[in-house]
């Protein structure tokens, strides 16, 4: 049984660690630090040595960097519709 409510607290308080992190981007803790370092990655809070992420700037950040893929095929229905060779 665990007695650390911390994960519960966090939970509530809408906040990850940078280990829960790495985790969820599949991604090396030292990679966020790295990014953390240069600037990069979500925005993150440091309480202490401890470093949090709030969920919703995660989840920003993850929409800021979504690849839309809608023009390309936009542009590849223009292209039929001009008769040249389309799937390239």
Do not use: C
Request: a negative charge; zero cysteines.
């Amino acid at each position: 049984m665990d007695l650390n409510p911390a994960p519960e607290i966090r939970k509530a308080l809408g906040v990850i660690t940078d280990a829960e992190l790495a985790v969820a981007l599949e991604v090396e803790t030292s990679t966020l630090a790295t990014w953390r370092s240069e600037g990069r990655g979500p925005s993150f809070t440091k309480f202490g040595k401890k470093v949090f992420y709030f969920v919703d700037d995660v989840q920003l950040y993850l929409h800021n960097r979504r690849v839309d893929q809608e023009p390309q095929v936009a542009e590849q229905n223009e292209v039929t519709a001009r008769g040249n060779v389309t799937g390239l």
